[in-house]
């Protein structure tokens, strides 16, 4: 949710965090800090909003250093103030603190600091790690180890202490954090965005470690203070793919991305010959395979809506009945795990708090556990026994794009791997391989529709608060994707529905220039979706669809057509999502919105 950048080195430390924040402000941006480790005091900038409000802080209050912290928000306690804003101190100001997470016995915790005499500056729950560290004694990673066990909840927390102007502390449980090696000087950040510029080699820490990081070496203790090993890891990201490359957003940007996100995602997983998939049983040994009788997909978002697809791909090419939960959902109930079930975990991210949670509860249960996700050495990669990489790329843009594509072509490829496990194989995987091989061109020429229909489209949601997503079969889950993604960035209200439901309740909602999307290819439900658009129409709604090929009905009952190519049905999700990606883009465009960093929303929810 938050984003955190810490630093020990030679360079002059602000310009060195502000960087790492801009890099990292997709995460939360309500508010923003750092604090610079200067001789003798700790100096500390915070303000309220974007970044661009401490940049100019940081111009006007100069501040000096070679170490120190920083700090983007996405509020959890207390509003996004200034007074809230990290880093936040304890009562002397020995120590400042940068957290993302939250300290769930944050109210036990409060009542026993004040009762303590300690009068408490903020709202948040940071605010109580510093004042903790600030009551303990010795060095500052003895005062880390010396708190651990009174926190509880889920924290990523970079602590920095007066006296030892030259260290860095970091520790988590929960959150991500990854330390980076660089020449003469070491980093740590809540994820590698912030320091692919620098460095590519990598530590993830994992849960209780705390890492002492010093611009010459660095040392990993375990809650209890002994020393351990951690890899490191050589990334293959370079820096260049986190940057905007000419275009004027990062959504637009990775919108664009999605010819090659899938190409490489594709190619990743076909063997030598580019006929079949080498996904050797997805890890699994061939008896734990030889048991398996059910799917369960969990994820959150547009990674759910990728579930919701994967589903009916699952169940199609496999026969293995697939059930699909919001993560939030899965962990709260009883669901019927056990070492017949596949438990798939999707993220974008891996580090999502509810999927981890539900990931989590199917390894404790004994199912075999998956995970597709776009960020190798994430909390549900290093979870899962079997890992899928899509090779979308960074994503910095909030509202997923070429993740949530990459996540359905993942799916596919998992749905041939399973088939073949099961020998099930036969032309229609090679058919299927061939069309995942054709399917780049395919999302090229969907990107290359007419501005000027995205003009009347635009013009058609702009103006109304409220619309309707209608898709059906494989591609309901699409008309939800649409909804949303129009929702998170343009702040208008859509919902997406199955066409088919629409009469039962919907249907009230319509009247003169309603706009109602349509996502309706050519397929077995065509023709019952152009039933349902009729009985829009005779409501006066306006009808906007996705459709390939030839507009057959649709033509008499649309006022505007975004056409895309015919693909195999199996993958046409991938094709009809991308002129609502772009529907939704042009309208949060036409609307002044911040399309990277949507209001109130965050890249990466590391929370419940
Ligand atoms: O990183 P994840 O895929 O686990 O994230 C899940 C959702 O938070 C994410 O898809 C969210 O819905 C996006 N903002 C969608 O655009």
């Known amino acids: 949710m938050c984003g955190i950048i810490g630093y020990v080195g030679a360079d002059e430390v602000v310009p060195v965090l502000l960087d790492g924040l801009r890099r990292l402000e997709y995460r939360g941006y309500d508010s923003a800090g750092m604090a610079v480790m200067g ?52 009562a002397e100001g020995l120590v400042a603190v940068v957290h993302n997470g939250i300290v769930e016995n944050y109210v036990s915790l409060r009542k026993e600091l004040q009762e303590a005499g300690v009068d408490l500056q903020s709202d948040t729950d940071t605010e109580l790690i510093a004042q903790l560290l600030g009551r303990e004694k010795g060095t500052l990673t003895e005062r880390v180890l010396g708190i651990l066990p009174r926190l509880e909840g889920q924290y990523a927390v970079v602590a920095v202490y007066r006296t030892e102007p030259d260290v860095v502390v970091a520790f988590r449980n929960g959150p991500p954090l990854v330390v980076g090696f660089g020449e003469g000087e070491n980093m740590v950040a809540s994820d590698i965005t912030a320091l692919l510029h620098r460095t590519r080699r990598v530590v993830f820490l994992e849960n209780g470690d705390v890492a002492e990081v010093r611009a010459d070496s660095v040392r990993i203790l375990d809650p209890s203070g002994l020393e351990v090993e951690r890899p490191v ?26 010819p090659d996100a899938i190409r490489n995602t594709v190619l990743a997983y076909l063997d030598a010959e580019r006929r079949g998939v080498n996904l050797d049983g997805l890890g699994f040994s061939a008896e734990e395979l030889s048991g398996l009788r059910r799917v369960h997909l969990v994820a959150c978002g547009t990674s759910w809506h990728a579930c919701l697809v994967g589903k009916f791909v699952i169940e199609e090419l496999t026969g293995l009945p697939t059930e699909v939960d919001y993560a939030s959902e899965y962990r709260y109930r009883q669901p019927l795990i056990g070492g017949d079930v596949l438990v798939v975990g999707v993220t974008q991210s891996g580090e999502t708090a509810d999927t981890l949670a539900a990931m989590e509860m199917a390894r404790e249960g004994g199912a075999l556990l998956a995970t597709v996700c776009n960020s190798r050495g994430s909390s549900s990669w290093r979870l899962a026994t079997s890992r899928m990489l899509t090779q979308a790329g960074p994503e910095i843009g909030v509202a997923s794009t070429k993740a949530f594509t990459t996540q359905l072509v993942a799916l596919v490829l998992m749905a041939l791997a399973l088939r073949s496990v099961r020998g099930l194989t036969d032309a229609t995987d090679v058919e299927l391989v061939a069309e995942l091989q054709r399917l780049p061109l395919a999302v090229e020429q969907a990107l290359a529709i007419d501005p000027e229909l995205y003009r009347d489209g635009t013009e058609m949601l702009a103006d109304a608060t409220d619309s309707l997503y209608l898709g059906r079969g494989i591609l309901y889950p699409i008309a939800l994707e649409g909804a949303l993604k129009l929702k998170e960035i ?41 039933g349902n658009l009729m009985e829009v129409r005779a409501r006066g709604a306006a009808v906007l669809a996705v459709s390939d090929g030839d507009a057959g009905g649709l033509d008499h009952v649309a006022d505007l057509v975004l056409p895309v190519p015919r693909v195999h049905p199996l993958l046409q999700p991938v094709v009809a999502v991308v002129p609502l990606q772009l529907l939704a883009y042009h309208v949060a465009v036409e609307l002044g919105n911040d399309v990277d960093q949507p209001r109130n929303l965050a890249k990466s929810v590391t929370v419940e």
């Open 39 to 90: 001789a003798d005091e700790i100096g500390i900038l915070r303000a309220a909003g974007k970044l661009k409000n401490l940049e100019q802080k940081a111009y006007h209050e100069p501040l000096h250093g070679t170490a120190g912290v920083g700090h983007t928000r996405w509020a959890t306690h207390g509003a996004p103030t200034e007074a809230n804003a990290h880093p936040q101190t304890d």
């Open 490 to 530: 343009s702040y208008l209200h859509a919902e997406g529905y199955p066409a088919g439901e629409m009469k039962h309740g919907p249907i009230a909602l319509l009247q003169e220039g309603f706009p109602v999307v349509a996502v309706a290819p050519e397929g077995a439900t065509r023709e019952k979706l152009i």
């Open 233 to 258: 890891e050589t990334l293959d990201w370079d820096a260049a793919r986190v940057e905007k490359g000419g275009y004027r957003h990062f959504m637009l940007k990775e919108i664009f991305e999605q």
